[in-house]
């Protein structure tokens, strides 16, 4: 306890004394890490003042968001980025952060697209799939894709997946170059940089892709940026039928909260400096030269920030039902692995 009291002390002396310092839950070459650097670059040019990218990981990246909700976030000079994973463990995961403590400075909606090597029987399977569970969207949507309408997911997923442990990034990469899995699944910039090179060798081909949340409908919207189907459109096409029931619901809850907040910054709420930094982030998001910059390396995606961050977290709130949140619990735990719980106090 006093280790971290002086980390906090420490944290907050740097910051008085060096502008802004964001926490990156992250080491520095992470997905989340690699993401900041671009933005925060654009993003200090508009707000005047330095922001330090300072790298928190461990604990599966939740040791930066715990930090800056139990002792971080008080001190006005910091800010939080959160990434995909951090929304799907709060769902599912006794975390110590809480979103609703937070408010909003912006965040990019962003997508996740999933390819398939060739030769992969993406009708009947198998699937061969890095297991993690920042990739619970994808796998279920594969499951459903591999189900219909009249089956069942569970007995799906034991009969028709390789469910393959143990992958780091990087091995998980060079296993689908090698074809040693049949299917992967990146976030825009990783996709164009690790798996755009296979299909351009006429190896793979991009399967589907999750779609865009749109806060007003609560549906997923098409990708500027792919002309390849939701997988919604897909599962629609293959089967003349659109997917419902828990096990669908349990797939727009968590996709929904690992990609609309998939990249995201956060403050205390109250914070005081919130305007400023929302003043700031809409300037970059409005200099041709900052996007072009941006979006050379991670696609053309809309950014929601301020009131529009916050609203996009409550229309995330009502997916939390029941039989949505004991569905993915029940599926994250028995079938995927990882310590999921049913945290029953998130549907109230």
């Known amino acids: 306890m006093l280790k971290k009291t002086i980390m906090a002390l420490v944290l907050m002396t740097t910051t008085a004394l060096a502008d802004y310092n964001l926490i990156v839950p992250q ?32 604990a599966r990246d939740q040791l930066g968001p715990n930090e800056f909700q139990n002792q971080l976030r008080f001190d006005d000079k910091t800010i939080l980025v959160s990434h995909g994973g951090n929304g799907i463990s709060y769902l599912v995961e006794p975390v110590e952060y809480n979103y609703f403590d937070w408010e909003s400075v912006g965040h990019m909606n962003l997508n996740i ?16 799939f890095p297991s993690g569970s920042g990739m619970t969207p994808e796998i279920m949507a594969i499951v ?66 999750h779609g865009l949340l749109n806060v007003k409908t609560g549906e997923h919207d098409k990708d500027p940026n792919f002309t390849e189907p ?6 629609e096409s293959t089967y003349g ?31 005081p400096n919130k305007a400023k ?5 809409d300037k970059m998001i409005n200099d041709p030269e900052s996007v072009a910059a ?38 994250g735990k028995n079938q995927l692995g990882y ?8 549907t109230k």
Do not use: C
């Open 144 to 209: 459903m894709l591999l189900t219909g309408p009249n089956g069942d997911p569970v007995k799906t997923f034991e009969n028709k997946i390789v469910w393959v442990k143990g992958m780091k990034g990087s091995e998980r990469r060079l296993a689908f170059i090698r074809g040693d899995l049949n299917a992967t699944r990146e976030n825009p910039a990783a996709y164009k940089k690790h798996v755009m090179p296979v299909i351009g060798k006429g190896d793979a081909y991009t399967w589907f892709h």
């Open 230 to 235: 939701t997988f919604e459109a897909l599962y």
């Open 277 to 281: 930094l929302v003043a700031a982030l």
């Open 339 to 346: 310590n999921a719980i049913y945290k029953e106090e998130l």
């Open 241 to 271: 039928v659109a997917p419902s029931g828990d096990f669908y619901d349990a797939y727009k809850l968590v996709k929904s909260w690992r990609d609309a907040l998939q990249k995201a910054f956060w403050v205390n709420k109250g914070n």
């Open 113 to 128: 697209i999933v390819g398939a090597r060739n030769k992969a029987d993406t009708k009947n399977g198998p699937i061969q």
């Open 27 to 58: 080491k520095p070459s992470g997905g989340t890490s690699v993401w900041a650097q671009i933005v925060v670059a654009e993003w200090e040019k508009h707000l005047g003042e330095k922001i330090n990218l300072i790298y928190k990981p461990g």
């Open 294 to 331: 941006i979006e050379k390396k991670v696609g053309k995606y809309e950014w929601r920030t301020g009131a529009e961050g916050d609203a996009a977290v409550r229309t995330l709130k009502s997916f939390i039902t029941p039989g949505a949140l004991k569905t993915l619990s029940d599926f």
